[in-house]
């Protein structure tokens, strides 16, 4: 309990005033430039894409035609905007400046709310849910995402990771029949960053098997877990099924690591970089890939912890799992973990093992909170407590951002050189096809030419209106054309006015046959599996809102 006032009603709004108060302070001290993130270019791209496709009426399906000097490069299939949209809705009133505020304040927001419900439901303490919701919300890590590095998915996926958590402790010992809260909180972390999602889809296994015992006991609750999975599926319909088909049609260069700067391997980090990222946060001009000091001090306080009771002993065991759970992962960070050997080549994908720093910090601030509500015995002890935390989050706060303003903004904005084109497209090329020559160098020797296979085609008055591409040709005899746009399946084509097949050619780019003379026009249409998977997760969602009242109901 968390008796700072006599009305327990009062706790969680005693906890909201102070989640408000850090978030007020972190949204004034990082300012309203985002600039200075290592892919916010990357980002920016894919939230003003989804913004012209809401505005020229191709939502669902639609690409960045501006992307990469207009070839036009598709990353919703790849990286969901579902979590986006109702912000991109805002940002055409309002304009993007706001929607961006709103978005990081909306996120950071429901981290605190999210991860107090999850600790107050399961370990029955409102205290140890006001300490851990605010270590875990606003962790040295979690900052230095959603800022110093602008990994957006990654960044807000911590906002869903207690929800999952919640929905398993229902499937492992509580009510499973709550079997849905799981499957929302794995569809939005779905929604948010893949990435993320299959290393919380891996943990999920160490944990159940860490406690099969009471699935065996009750094979009724590995029944709920597995349609929990099936209702997941379906209700990401909107971007699994486009994704599979893209996957399906081609391969690119995610699957092929091609022209990648860095592999899993040599994305390991020292033990002086993980030493010192585990007691950052009070430095100032540096910045640090690690937990941060506050979450790794209250890990201390365990020596001192003694069970009261059956009931804690049994929170306790969970906790401490969790927090081996957590070393265990950072040890897969550093050198000693084999990245290049099975079983861990398999995940070589996930670019740096440091993203697994995302369920450390879950599992330590879940262990920090409830060490130190342990430890804290009277009212005056618990008030000291939070206060210091308060301070020493606030500091942290101010030290970050100080850190991102001098280290990233500011060099971002002296940069005379700067072209969003060129970052956008070099954040990790992960969605080109496998069969494109380096992108930014092709393309601009390339330039905006049509290409004939028998250069005996004439190609004039060549323009691109917003996502259609057109120009007239004058044919001699039958021809292939190889277009200045990526390629990607969804793409359609006529001839005057007549249907034409598209095809990718052997540089990635797209391709089409000509016959007859007349007007060509090119344009992302989309197709059938991402309208079908559209209209999927719309029913989903409302179906899986209806059966909790249903459920209600019934009862």
């Known amino acids: ?168 402790y229902y499937i492992i010992k509580g009510d499973y029949r709550k079997w849905y809260v799981i499957a929302i909180g794995f569809s939005l972390m779905i929604f948010t960053h893949i990435l993320s999602s299959l290393l919380l889809f891996i943990t999920v296994c160490i944990i159940l098997v860490i406690y099969n015992r009471s699935l065996l006991k009750e094979p009724k609750r590995l029944y709920y877990l597995v349609l929990a999975g099936a209702v997941t599926i379906i209700v990401t319909g909107y971007y699994l099924f486009p994704f599979f088909e893209q996957v399906a049609s081609d391969a690119f260069y995610f699957q092929k690591f091609k022209y990648l700067p860095y592999t899993t391997a040599q994305s390991r ?79 070589s994908f996930i670019q740096f093992p440091w993203r697994l720093y995302e369920f ?35 500091v942290v706060i101010v030290i970050n951002a100080s850190s991102y303003k001098e280290m990233k903004v500011g060099p971002r904005l002296s940069d005379t050189e700067l072209n969003e084109t060129t970052h956008y497209t070099m954040a990790g090329m992960e969605y080109y096809p496998a069969a494109m020559p380096f ?47 990526i390629y990607y399946k969804g793409y359609a084509a006529t001839l005057n006015g007549k249907d034409i097949p598209v095809a990718g050619s052997r540089n990635g780019l797209v391709q089409i046959p000509v016959d007859q003379t007349g007007r060509v026009e090119v344009f992302y249409k989309g197709t059938l599996i991402q309208m079908l998977g559209f209209y999927t997760t719309i029913l989903a969602i409302f179906a899986l809102c209806i059966y909790p009242l249903a459920e209600l109901i019934i009862k």
């Not at 961006?100 to 999210?114: A, P, Q």
């Not at 029955?124 to 040295?140: E, N, P």
């Not at 020797?445 to 190609?459: C, F, L, P, Y």
């Open 439 to 485: 992108p930014d160098t092709f393309i601009r020797d390339r330039g905006d030419s049509v290409i004939s296979q028998t250069r005996k085609t004439a190609i004039t008055v060549f323009v691109r209106d917003r996502n259609i591409t057109a120009f007239n040709v004058n044919v001699e005899m039958k021809d292939s054309l190889e277009l200045p746009l």
């Open 1 to 168: 309990m968390f008796p700072l006032v006599p009305d327990k009603k009062c706790h969680f709004w005693i906890f909201l005033l102070i989640l408000l108060y850090l978030l007020f302070l972190t949204t004034i001290a990082y300012g309203r430039s985002f600039v200075g993130g290592d892919d916010y270019f990357f980002h920016n791209a894919r939230f003003e894409a989804l913004m012209q496709g809401l505005q020229d009426g191709t939502f669902p399906s639609y690409i960045d035609y501006k992307g990469l000097y207009n070839y036009g490069y598709l990353v919703k299939p790849f990286y969901s905007d579902f979590i986006l949209i109702p912000f991109a809705v805002l940002a055409i009133f309002t304009g993007k400046s706001f929607a961006y505020l709103s978005l990081f304040f909306s996120m950071t927001f429901l981290c605190g709310i999210f991860m107090y419900i999850f600790i107050q439901k399961v370990y029955k303490d409102r205290y140890a849910a006001v300490l851990g919701s605010l270590l875990y919300t606003f962790c040295l890590y979690r900052l230095y995402d959603l800022y110093h590095r602008a990994a957006w998915g990654e960044a807000f996926s911590f906002t869903f990771l207690p929800v999952v958590f919640l929905g398993l």
């Open 360 to 394: 450390v910090c879950f599992f330590f601030a879940l262990a920090g909170g409830y060490y130190l509500c342990l430890l804290c015995k009277g009212r005056n002890s618990k008030i000291a407590v939070l206060s210091t935390l308060v301070i020493l989050l606030s």
């Open 269 to 347: 980090l020292d033990f002086s970089t993980i030493m010192y990222g585990m007691i950052a946060g009070f430095t100032t001009g540096s910045q640090s890939i690690g937990i941060g000091l506050l979450l790794l001090l209250p890990l201390c306080f365990r020596f001192f912890v003694r069970s009261k009771d059956k009931e804690s002993a049994k929170y306790l065991r969970s906790i401490d799992t969790g927090v081996i759970i957590g070393i265990f992962y950072i040890l897969l960070t550093s050198g000693l973990a084999p990245w290049t050997k099975f079983p861990l080549s398999y995940l």
